[in-house]
């Protein structure tokens, strides 16, 4: 601790004596400065014991020396220190008054200690106390590495717990809560996680302090980069001193090590996912397993869905449109302790996440927030992440990875044409086919075949638009279809025949009647 004007006054060599302000004599002492100005405010920093001999001061004069003390006690100064046996005898009891009215310490000097003497003991203090400081600090720094080494994060939180005698929290980029010491602390780190976030959005380094009733909480930023990869936060009851702060910046660094290394080992990682995807997408699973080994291996034990991601080229360009989406779903993988896979795969993003998981269910919601955010706001868009479009297969395993892969993009195609996020290869078969008609070139290709048709009608020469969907409706049956037309099962036939004659195709292809009718379906008469 710094020196304190109780450890001055039970200092055996200095002899001094208190003659007012006993009761706050455990204030710390940040220096000893001799003046003999009438205002030495203007020079005060504060945390000072002034010393004086009352050179050019009236100490005999109440008013004055009321005004005197009341002025040194606004600017800081925690004691005054007078000199008896100089100009004054004793302390002059106006002096003295206007101490203990104040609250100010008055410490009597005798006239064999000098001020000199004070000042060196004042600074020797100081100096020890730096020197435990340092010293604490460079234990903190070297219990925190072990830790740090031994059990990782969750090690080191512990011990920077213990050393500034508080709790500490680990977030990760997302601003989710990864890790709390002691685990009591875990409900007062959550309620931080709005404040977390606000950090996030400032360039590392960066810092803030949150002031409760319960505590003082400082929150830093952790990593080297534009934007932070984790955030740090420490709680205590009061402000941090030297060898705490010493403590909680070995913590940083140590962190910041940390993440900078996973950055290197997540380059990796991310060159072998890369391998295992295109050995999956070969058809090679059992060279995917051996690559994968136990990073990835147990993502290829259970069944995974398979997730195709791109920016249309409408969107702007700038940035990573795929980085939000990577950091929710990774985020939410680590919390669940999930096996992730995230590709770059071209243009496209490529994701392979648990079947059921956290990380499927990250997709689906991030997924939910743009389709959200689209119909807030349709017209103006909310940038690239708006833009994003999802195509989700159905649930597969290793052998059937590619068969995912063309689910996906399947899913991913009709995501596109409806203007969706996010499209399940599952919807698509438990729907109906005929929204899919809707495409342009499929309505072209409609048009295009029933023109002769509609031409021919609009001669007045007879219906075979609407004679052929009724055949067709009723399978080919000609009494049921005449039956609904209401004419003759001749006429029906004649009107058929004229029909393979104007199209030049055969009814008894089974591909040519399956033509005409989704033809009919996708043009407009033939969908109201």
Known sequence: MPPTLASLVHHSALKLTVRAGEEHLDAPVRWAHASELTDPVPYMEGGELLMITALKLDAEDPEAMRRYVKRLAAAGVVGLGFAVGVHYKDIPEALVQAAADEGLPLLEVPRRTPFLAISKAVSAAIAADQYR???????????????????????????????????????????????????????????????????????????????????????????????????????????????????????????????????????????????????????????????????????????????????????????????????AVESAAARAGEALLVVPYGERLVLLVVDGGAGAAACVSYAQTLEAARSDAPEQGTGDESALLLGLSAPAGPIAAATAYKQADQALSVARRRGRAMVEHEDLAAGSVLPLLADDAVRAFADGLLRPLYEHDATGRGDLIASLRAWLSRHGQWDAAAADLGVHRHTLRYRMRRVEEILGRSLDDPDVRMELWLSLKATSSGTE
């Open 133 to 327: 400081a340092v010293t604490a600090g460079f234990a903190a720094q070297r219990e925190l590495t072990k830790q740090a080494l031994s059990d990782g994060p969750e090690g080191l939180l512990g011990a920077l717990a213990g050393q500034v005698d508080g709790w500490a929290a680990l977030y990760d980029a997302s601003g989710a809560l990864v890790a709390t010491a002691p685990e009591w602390a875990s409900r007062r780190a959550a309620r931080l996680t709005t404040d977390v976030e606000r950090l996030r959005d400032r360039a590392a380094p960066a810092s803030a302090v949150v002031a409760g009733a319960e505590d003082r909480v400082e929150l830093h930023s952790i990593g080297t980069g534009r934007r932070p990869r984790a955030a740090l936060a420490v709680g205590t009851a009061s402000t941090l001193g030297t060898a705490e702060r010493y403590a909680l910046h070995s913590a940083i660094a140590l962190l910041t090590l940390t993440t900078e290394r996973n950055r290197s080992l997540q380059a990796a990682e991310a060159r072998i996912g890369s391998a295992v995807l295109r050995m999956l997408l070969a058809g090679e699973p059992d060279h995917a397993r051996t690559v994968a080994g136990d990073l990835y291996g147990g993502l290829l034990d259970a069944p995974f869905r398979l997730v195709v991601a791109e920016v249309p080229a409408s969107a702007p360009e700038g940035g990573d449109p795929f980085a939000a989406l990577t950091e």
